[in-house]
């Protein structure tokens, strides 16, 4: 089966998502379905794809063959104009900006030093030798 009628996959994907390995959902369904498969998660149907080449196309055709839609929690999660929801033109736009922010040289004049103060910080309160798991760190 594809999961229970009405829940589908939104026991498994939550239970995933709130584990320490939260890609174990789709791993799981690539390992079933392929790169590219179907899901039904709080209620809806999803395509969800992990093939870069195929990402590609639908991003370059977004607006045009492809209209990506998100969960309204998912929007209020992340935002309505943000690179992950934005669409068409806004997207090409901000995932220009984000690519340009996330380049070596930009990375290491602007943010390394950041980086590494708040990384000292952050291990400055866990013993030695203690497993620290970022995913955990991150959403304190």
Known sequence: G???P????????YNA???SNPTTFVQEQVLRY????????????????????????VMHNEG???KS????????????????TAQGDQHRKLHTIASNMMRPDTLKSR???????????TFAHFHHHQTILLQDVCRK
């Open 2 to 4: 594809r999961g229970w």
């Open 6 to 13: 009405i829940v589908g996959d939104s026991i498994r994907w």
């Open 17 to 19: 998502v709130a584990s």
């Open 111 to 121: 943010f390394l030093t950041d980086i590494q103060l708040v990384m000292n910080q």
């Open 64 to 66: 045009k063959l492809f």
């Open 69 to 84: 839609s998100y969960p309204k929690s998912f929007r209020d999660l992340v935002g309505s104009n943000g690179v992950i």
């Open 34 to 57: 392929g790169k590219i498969f179907s899901c039904n998660i709080f209620g809806r149907k999803a395509v969800v794809s992990t093939d870069p080449i195929f990402n590609r196309f």
